[in-house]
C-alpha cells in the first residue's frame, strides 16, 4: 500500500476523533521512584489504564470504524495472543458486529475470559495453535472462507493510525521537549504510528524500540534490511512475540526507529515486580518492556525527558510464580545443582553444615536413596540472599565432592528436570 507520511498524519488525527467514542486520553505522569533511580524525568504513559487494560483497543475501533454496511453485516475475524483480541471484543459490542477470535492455545486464561466479558454475544473465540503465528494462520483461512473482513493485530494502516494516536496524546500533554522515547514492539504497530508522529512534529527526540530477547523479530529484520521470519521464539512476552512483524511496520519502522534493543525476559520479570512493589503498578510482561530497557541507557537518560510506553496489565495472576522464578534467576540468587550425596548416614546434614552458606535456603530437592551405588545423584534448588555467594558455594561443593552438574546454563536439562 502506498501512502505519503502527510496523508498517514492526516488519517492519525482523524483516528484520534473516532476513538473517542471508546478511548480515553491516559495519563501521561511522572514516576517518581524510576526519576529518582535514573537521575532522569522519567514519564509513563499509562496504556495500562484503558478500558480493555491496552493500548490495542485504539486499532481494532478504528480499523472496524472504516469497515462499510456491507461489511460489518458479515463480521469480523482476528487473531491475536491476547490484549488486540479484547480491543476487537470491545469494539465488535460497542457497534454491534459479529466477531471470531483466535487465539493461541496457551494464551492465559485471564485473557481468555476478558476477551469473552468485552464481547459479550457478539464474540466467538477459538484456541487454536501454540503461537501468534499459527493462529493467524488458522484465522485467515477462516475469513477467507466466510467471506469476513480481517482486523489484523498490526500489519494494517488502519490500525497503525489508530495506534499512532497515542503519539499525538504524548506530545500534547508533555510540557518539555521529550528527549528519549521507549516503544515496546510486538508485530510493528504501535512503533510504527508513534514514530511517524514524532518524526514529524518531534524530529530530535530518540525514539528506541524494545523487544524480549526470544522474539527479536524487528532487530534481526532490520540488522539483515529486510522482513524476515525468525524459526523458533519465546512465547513468554505474549504480548510482543510474533514471528514475523508487519511489512508496512517494517518499512515505517527501519526509517523511524533510531534504535533497537533487546531486553532479557528475566529482566522483564524483575521490573514487572518492582513496578508492583516500588509503584503500585501492574503490567504484563509486553507492559514492562520500555521500563526494563532503562538500565542500558542509564548514562544517555541521565538528566533527559524520557517517555516510556506501558503498554498494558493484563497479567494472568497464575504466572506470579513463574515471574517471580524467572526474575531471582537473573538476579544470581537462585541456583539449580545435580548433586552427589555419598550413600551414608549424615551425609544430608554434612552438606547442610559444611557446604550450605549461614544464608542459603533450599527451595527445591529430588532425591531417591539407591543401595547399590557409592553416591546418588539430587535435583536440588538453592536461593542466595547475594549473587555473590555463588562462586565459594560452588567451591565448597567442588571441594567435599558433592558438585555434579550446574543446571541454569543448560536449558534443555532445566526444562526436563526442573
Request: with cysteine; aromatic share 8%; charged share 25%.
Amino acid at each position: 500500500m502506498q501512502f505519503s507520511k502527510q496523508e498517514l498524519i492526516d488519517n492519525i488525527r482523524a483516528a484520534a476523533t473516532q476513538i473517542k467514542a471508546v478511548v480515553f486520553e491516559s495519563p501521561l505522569s511522572r514516576n517518581e521512584q524510576m526519576s529518582s533511580s535514573y537521575d532522569a524525568n522519567i514519564l509513563f504513559k499509562r496504556e495500562d489504564l484503558q478500558q480493555v487494560r491496552s493500548y490495542k483497543i485504539r486499532g481494532a475501533f478504528n480499523k472496524i470504524s472504516s469497515l462499510s454496511a456491507s461489511e460489518c453485516s458479515r463480521g469480523v475475524v482476528c487473531a491475536s495472543a491476547g490484549n488486540h483480541a479484547q480491543g476487537v471484543a470491545y469494539s465488535c459490542q460497542h457497534k454491534k458486529v459479529r466477531g471470531v477470535v483466535f487465539m493461541p492455545i496457551p494464551t492465559p486464561a485471564q485473557k481468555i475470559e476478558q476477551v469473552k466479558m468485552f464481547g459479550g454475544d457478539f464474540i466467538e473465540v477459538r484456541l487454536v495453535g501454540d503461537t501468534f503465528d499459527g493462529a493467524l494462520k488458522s484465522a485467515l483461512k477462516y475469513c477467507d472462507q466466510m467471506n469476513m473482513s480481517f482486523i489484523h493485530a498490526f500489519d494494517d494502516v488502519k490500525v497503525i493510525e489508530g495506534q499512532g494516536t497515542v503519539g499525538l496524546e504524548i506530545l500534547e500533554q508533555s510540557e518539555e521537549q521529550i528527549d528519549y522515547l521507549f516503544l515496546p514492539v510486538g508485530g510493528g504497530g504501535l512503533a510504527a504510528g508513534v514514530s511517524t508522529v514524532f518524526k514529524h512534529f518531534s524530529p530530535k527526540t530518540v525514539i528506541v524500540g524494545v523487544e524480549p530477547k526470544g522474539a527479536p523479530s524487528m532487530s534481526t529484520s532490520l540488522e539483515r534490511n529486510e522482513n524476515i521470519r525468525l524459526e523458533k521464539i519465546d512465547n513468554f512476552v505474549d504480548g510482543a512475540a510474533v514471528q514475523m512483524v508487519g511489512q508496512l511496520n517494517f518499512d515505517l519502522c527501519k526509517n523511524q526507529l533510531d534504535e533497537m534493543a533487546i531486553v532479557h525476559e528475566g529482566k522483564i520479570c524483575q521490573t514487572i515486580i518492582e513496578l508492583y512493589n516500588k509503584s503500585a503498578i501492574v503490567v504484563e510482561p509486553a507492559g514492562a518492556l520500555s521500563c526494563a530497557v532503562l538500565d542500558q541507557y542509564k548514562d544517555e537518560i541521565k538528566g533527559k525527558n524520557v517517555v516510556c510506553l506501558v503498554s498494558g496489565s493484563n497479567n494472568d495472576i497464575t504466572r506470579t510464580e513463574e515471574i517471580r522464578e524467572r526474575s531471582i534467576l537473573y538476579k544470581g540468587l537462585k541456583h539449580y545443582f545435580v548433586i552427589r550425596f555419598p550413600q551414608r548416614a549424615g551425609a544430608l546434614r554434612e552438606f547442610l553444615t559444611e557446604v550450605l552458606g549461614p544464608k542459603d535456603d533450599i527451595t527445591h530437592f529430588e532425591y531417591s536413596k539407591k543401595h547399590n551405588r557409592v553416591s546418588g545423584p539430587a535435583v536440588v534448588g538453592i536461593e542466595l540472599s547475594e549473587a555473590s555467594d555463588f562462586e565459594s558455594l560452588k567451591q565448597r561443593m567442588t571441594d567435599r565432592k558433592y558438585f555434579g552438574e550446574y543446571l541454569n546454563d543448560k536449558p534443555d536439562l532445566f526444562q526436563y528436570l526442573i
